[in-house]
Structures are given as structure tokens and as C-alpha cells.
């Protein structure tokens, strides 16, 4: 995105019209560079429009990401173990951005949000849709010191439940989660959970814990996601929601989370979790590589792992897989 694109979308973001000769004397351009630079923004999946006599304005009224407000929410605890916090216009993906930090050696605590990604990522190589200051896309870079990866076992749980928290401290109390990674309400995915672990078997390891949350997903970017899928402005009936704030708030929760993991484990976390799996007595195809397992999901064991009866009546764990039950995927 263009400085001057940005302009435009900074002025724009209101939802208000804005006449052509206003928008072109803030930017000091022409009319007709600024109806290019507008053009333009399609790109980043923002649709306007163009009425005369009245002047131009977007579809849907957006609230950019801002640094001060998304620290504002933050704990003072919390503030002190961020070592750096950025919002970018566009990434090809927040993890892929804070891996490439990651193996520059950049500290614990690293931060960033975009508003777009030309790149999300998903699990097992889906792409994630990220149409611009739509949604929230942050990643978070944190470095485990002792245990090894073995000690990130269970992460993508714990995270799922800074995710609930913050949700329901906005709110929104009927969200559930898939196992491993996934945010749902009523059988339709809401958001989803990446982490990326490098480092050594049995010492210091870093984990990239990426995620993605839906507040508004225009239909137009949807329409290549082939699961089932909701956003929060679905589930909320159009009421406005406060993104910078929601963004503060997901951040401290899993700033928190994270930040005690090492010490506490997944088990400290499994009996809320499985307050909210929406997996548990379904029944379930378990998918791994080529083998696919059918069962009854019997929720998670004490290390965080998959519990399936199978058909003869054997429950096994899975500690890794893709679940897919009645319409989801």
C-alpha cells in the first residue's frame, strides 16, 4: 500500500462521504489521481463508492490498528515482557515475518499485527484469507529456555484458551474450541491457532504462536474457504465492535499465557479447555497423512492429546491429525 493509499483509507475509514476535491487537496494530488489511488485499494480487498455530488466512501466504516490503543489494554506486567510491539499495512504472514526474526536472533516478546496478509498461513499449508483491517492477524515470537521443544507440547491449547478468555471478557460467551487449534461457535470456524517451534530437542527453543480471528469477513474474500466459517460481527448481529481494544485484549491473554507456560504446562490449563471443547462426544474422522480414523471424539487426555473410541470400542490418543465431524473440516 501506497503512502498516499494509506492516506486516503486513514480519511476514509469513517464510513462518511468525502468530496474528490477534499480528498485531493489533503493529499495534493489531482482528481483523477486520487480516483487511481482509490482503485487501487481493491487489491487490498476494500470496495467503495462513488456518488455524485456527494464524493467517495467505503463500503464498510474500518478501525485501523493503532499502537496506543492496543497498549492501553495491556497489563503493566505484560507491557514489560514485550520487547518490541508493530502494526504493518501488509505481510506476506505475521509468522512467517517473526520466524525470519527468530533465526536473526530477535528477543522474546516480539510482536506484530497486520492488516493484511498477502500470505496467511493455515495448518497444513491452507492459506489463511486476510483481507485488509478486517480481522486480526498477530503473531507473537517467544523464546522457552529450558526443556526443549517437548516443552511447547500442548501450546496451541493453552492459546485457545487466552483466545476464550479474552472473547468472553468482550462478550462473547458461546465460542468453543476444535482440537488442536481451531476458535468455533455453532459448528462454524471463527479463528485459528499456527505455531511454529524451532530450536533444540532438549534446550533452548523458540515458538512463533501465530493467530487468526475473524471480526468481519466480506463474502466477496470468502468465497475460496471451503469449510464452514463465521465472524464475530455474524455472531454479535452487526453490533460495532471495538477492534483496537479487542486486539489489546487477545494480546494480554496470550502474553500471560505464554509467559507461564514453561513453568505451569498444558496441564495446568487442560480442565478449562475442556470446559469449552466442542469436539467432545462427536462423532469424528480423524485424518492422518492417508490414514483416516472414525470414532467417537472422547475429549483429551492429561497431556493434551486427541481421545477417540474407536468402532471396536478401543480409545486411543492422537497426538497430531485433522479432525472432520458433521459439516466441519
Not at 120 to 146: D, M
Request: some cysteine; hydrophobic content about 40%.
Amino acid at each position: 500500500m501506497t503512502e498516499k493509499q494509506k492516506k486516503i483509507l486513514t480519511l476514509l475509514a469513517n464510513g462518511e462521504f468525502h468530496s474528490g476535491t477534499a480528498l485531493a487537496e489533503a493529499l495534493s494530488v489531482s482528481r483523477s489521481a486520487v480516483c487511481k489511488q482509490l482503485s487501487g485499494l481493491s487489491v487490498f480487498g476494500l470496495q467503495h463508492s462513488a456518488v455524485s455530488g456527494k464524493g467517495y466512501r467505503l463500503d464498510k466504516p474500518l478501525e485501523l490498528l493503532e499502537l496506543s490503543k492496543i497498549v492501553s489494554v495491556l497489563s503493566e506486567q505484560n507491557k514489560a515482557l514485550i520487547s518490541a510491539l508493530e502494526i504493518h499495512d501488509s505481510l506476506n504472514s505475521t509468522n512467517t515475518y517473526l520466524v525470519e526474526h527468530s533465526q536473526r536472533n530477535a528477543p522474546s516478546g516480539y510482536v506484530c499485527f497486520a492488516e493484511h496478509q498477502t500470505a496467511g498461513k493455515g495448518r497444513r499449508g491452507r492459506q489463511w484469507v486476510s483481507p485488509y483491517g478486517s480481522n486480526l492477524y498477530l503473531s507473537i515470537l517467544w523464546r522457552f529456555q529450558q526443556g526443549g521443544m517437548a516443552a511447547t507440547a500442548g501450546l496451541s491449547l493453552a492459546i485457545g484458551v487466552a483466545v476464550i478468555r479474552a472473547l468472553q471478557a468482550s462478550g462473547f460467551h458461546e465460542v468453543g474450541l476444535k482440537w488442536p487449534n481451531d476458535i468455533y461457535y455453532q459448528g462454524k470456524k471463527l479463528g485459528g491457532i499456527l505455531i511454529e517451534v524451532s530450536g533444540e530437542a532438549d534446550g533452548p527453543c523458540s515458538a512463533v504462536i501465530g493467530l487468526g480471528l475473524n471480526l468481519f469477513l466480506p463474502e466477496a474474500e470468502a468465497q475460496t474457504i471451503t469449510q464452514a466459517w463465521t465472524d464475530l460481527t455474524k455472531i454479535s448481529g452487526e453490533k460495532v465492535l471495538r477492534r483496537n481494544v479487542l486486539a489489546g485484549a487477545v494480546l494480554d491473554h496470550m502474553i500471560s499465557i505464554v509467559n507461564g507456560f514453561e513453568t505451569l504446562s498444558i496441564q495446568w490449563y487442560l480442565e478449562e479447555w475442556r470446559r469449552y471443547d466442542c469436539l467432545k462426544g462427536q462423532s469424528a474422522t480423524l485424518f492422518i497423512g492417508q490414514q483416516h480414523i472414525q470414532g467417537t471424539v472422547e475429549g483429551v487426555d492429561d497431556n493434551g492429546l486427541l481421545l477417540i473410541k474407536k468402532m471396536d470400542g478401543v480409545v486411543q490418543a492422537y497426538a497430531s491429525g485433522e479432525v472432520s465431524f458433521n459439516a466441519m473440516s
